[in-house]
């Protein structure tokens, strides 16, 4: 079978081929590397690069979900909105439109220009129009500013995604990718700190406290990013912090991995190997179904405990709904160690599918338990969906290679998967409270799609595996050449 190997050149990095000076002094370099070095290696990528991500993260999310602590409020009463139609929901569904006509153009933007240009840059125009959010006047201006928004943080977790994938080895990534995830969770807690500080203010010109929410967010997010903009990184090829050394050992160790196979020249074969690879397809699916209990969570999580508490303020009800999201991060977290440990990524995916359904079922049995009973289910769905969606992107992650097939998979993964917050908007609508049996049922279902879907996607890994390895595969090489990505009979499948 060829070897040749091929690594991302939009990573910055040289192709690898056998007998090359490129490769005999990446060879060198890991032989000479002890793992003590590697792990500092590690630890140097860490500092320089996940900290600028992780606020970037941070911001752009919540900017997104503040709408729910905006809602309590009085968000509905100042735009004139029925708080039992559904503008509450139309109003959070048209970002994850904005989110899925954007997700893969932003990824093929970054390839054309820089992560750093094109991340830091859409969320600091983000940071503007979550201001703008602050001084609507009606409910068709929220609507417009929501979608732009939609499509301004479109960008940002696939590019970084992409970014990531570059630097870091295959068994390294879903820990950092939970890292940055954590800024989710922690921005909904933040949120809720934030809704306590503004909640009491009441200034002369007669604004609410939910305006204050969206301008003082905004303001944070455009001062943040301006700060945050000279520590991005690039690509390996221009980070002038990594040494030759270190590179040519993060490229090597990449490799041994398994991630080989080049996809940089879209021809005609390259894009429909793109666009007919069914893990993408499948893990959009499984995203849908992890994805919408995220969000039922960050949108609608204060709405719910509401209806468990109604005799509560909107302070002692955010004082409840911060703890959910701090357990939240710590699943995530656990989870994501154990993954990278074991260098398995299914069962723990499934794992997190397993705790939020027994959330679920608990919450589903709603009449014949008690009020403490169902917020602590909100812990269990919570906990369960956070830590099971990087588990979900890391199963397509690793699973793609060559630059444009990662940069079309991962846009197009998650273009697809943020359809489970467009029906997790309007899933839980105020004319079905106190039950919400119409939202819950929904995202219940959508969870065990989404684990029998884990299940059927390790089946197709296992397969095309065993294909490759009885040689099945290798007649590729010689009647596309070596530009296959993944599809390259040397890429075994991680799962």
């Known amino acids: 079978m060829d070897s040749i190997v091929g690594v991302e050149k939009a990573s910055g990095s040289d192709s690898l081929q056998p007998g090359s000076p490129t490769e005999k002094s990446s060879i060198d370099a890991t032989d000479t590397f002890s793992n003590a070095e590697y792990r500092k290696l590690i630890w140097k990528l860490d500092i320089h690069l996940l900290p600028p991500l992780f606020i970037l993260w941070f911001i752009s999310l919540i900017d997104r979900v503040n709408i729910g602590t905006a809602r309590i409020q009085g968000l509905e009463k100042d735009l004139k909105m029925d708080p039992l139609s559904n503008k509450f929901n139309i109003a959070t569904v048209v970002v994850f439109i904005g989110l899925m006509l954007a997700e893969v153009p932003s990824n093929l933007l970054i390839k054309r220009f820089t992560p750093t240009t094109v991340l830091?840059?859409?969320?600091?125009?983000?940071g503007i129009f979550t201001i703008g959010q602050g001084l609507v006047t009606n409910f068709a201006g929220l609507v417009a500013m929501r979608f732009i928004i939609g499509i301004l943080e479109a960008g940002l977790i696939p590019g970084s995604i992409f970014l990531l994938a570059a630097y870091y080895?295959?068994?390294?990534?879903?820990?950092?990718?939970s890292m940055l995830h954590v800024g989710n969770a922690i921005s909904n807690a933040f949120g809720g700190l934030l809704a306590f500080a503004v909640a009491s203010i009441h200034s002369s010109n007669g604004w609410h406290g939910w305006r204050w929410i969206f301008v003082i967010e905004g303001l944070i997010t455009v001062v943040l990013v301006a700060l945050c903009w000279p520590f991005m990184?690039?690509?390996?090829a221009t980070a002038k912090w990594l040494k030759p050394n270190e590179k040519a050992v993060l490229e090597e160790r990449i490799r041994k991995d398994g991630i080989i196979g080049r996809m940089d020249d879209l021809d005609r074969k390259a894009i429909i190997r793109c666009l007919a690879d069914w893990k993408i397809y499948l893990s959009g699916f499984i995203i849908v179904g992890?994805?919408?209990s995220v969000y039922s969570c960050t949108l609608f999580a204060p709405t719910i405990v509401k209806v468990l508490k109604p005799a509560y303020s909107a302070k002692q009800i955010q004082g409840l709904v911060i703890p959910i999201f701090m357990a939240a991060s710590?699943?995530?977290?656990?989870?994501?160690?154990?993954?990278?440990?074991?260098k398995h990524r299914g069962g723990l995916a499934l794992t997190g599918c397993f705790i939020a359904i027994i959330g679920y079922i608990i919450i589903l049995n709603q009449e014949h338990v008690s009020v403490n009973a169902r917020y602590g289910a909100l812990y269990l769905i919570a906990s369960g969906s956070f830590a099971a969606l990087p588990a979900a992107w890391i199963l397509l992650l690793n699973n793609v290679s060559g630059s444009y097939k990662t940069a079309f998979a991962i846009g197009m993964e998650i273009g697809l998967g943020n359809g489970g917050g467009f029906v997790a908007s309007f899933s839980f609508q105020s004319k079905k409270a106190p039950f919400y049996w119409t939202g819950f049922r929904t995202t219940f279902s959508l969870m065990c799609m989404a684990t029998a879907l884990i299940c059927v996607y390790m089946t197709g890994l296992w397969y095309e595996n065993k294909q490759k390895r009885a040689g099945k595969r290798d007649h590729l090489l010689q009647e596309e050449g070596d530009n296959l990505g993944d599809a390259h009979p040397g890429f075994i499948y991680t799962y």
């Open 290 to 292: 992890v994805i919408s």
């Open 330 to 342: 710590v699943s995530t977290l656990t989870v994501a160690y154990i993954s990278d440990k074991l």
């Open 120 to 126: 830091c840059g859409e969320c600091l125009i983000l």
């Open 169 to 177: 080895p295959r068994y390294e990534l879903q820990w950092r990718m």
């Open 233 to 236: 990184n690039d690509w390996p």
